[in-house]
Nanobody
Framework: QVQLVESGGGLVQAGGSLRLSCTAS????????VGWFRRAPGKEREFVAS????????YYADSVKGRFTISRDNAKNTVYLQMNSLKPEDTAVYYC??????????????WGQGTQVTVSS
């Protein structure tokens, strides 16, 4: 099983930037993906972005395309989510998740503890 630890959340003004990190320990498969989901108050969890461990495939929700960038450092088993041009509607708890099948949560998917991102207007 994989364990995930997130960091990097915080409070930022609209238009600002934050970078989230997710470090994985345990077995990871090069054919699987790791990604980020978020849950805003009163809303359901939604997919944000994901990346495959072994390849260069990335996937983004339409709401974050062009503003967020997901990347990985396999040597550190760490995935990053660079968030630029943040909007108040990006306010949510962000969760790292792995393994994924592209953007899809599957049976073995594990979750990090979550990190709060708050964007003030």
């Amino acid at each position: 099983q994989v364990q995930l630890v997130e960091s990097g959340g915080g409070l930022v003004q609209a238009g600002g930037s934050l970078r989230l990190s997710c470090t994985a320990s345990g077995r990871t498969s090069s054919s699987s993906a790791v990604g980020w989901f978020r849950r805003a108050p009163g809303k359901e969890r939604e997919f944000v972005a994901s990346i495959t461990w072994g390849g260069d495939s990335t996937y983004y929700a339409d709401s974050v395309k062009g503003r967020f960038t997901i990347s990985r450092d396999n040597a550190k088993n760490t995935v990053y989510l660079q968030m630029n041009s943040l909007k108040p509607e990006d306010t949510a708890v962000y969760y790292c998740a792995a393994p994924l099948v592209k953007t899809i949560v599957v049976g073995p998917t594990r979750w990090g503890q979550g990190t709060q991102v708050t964007v003030s207007s």
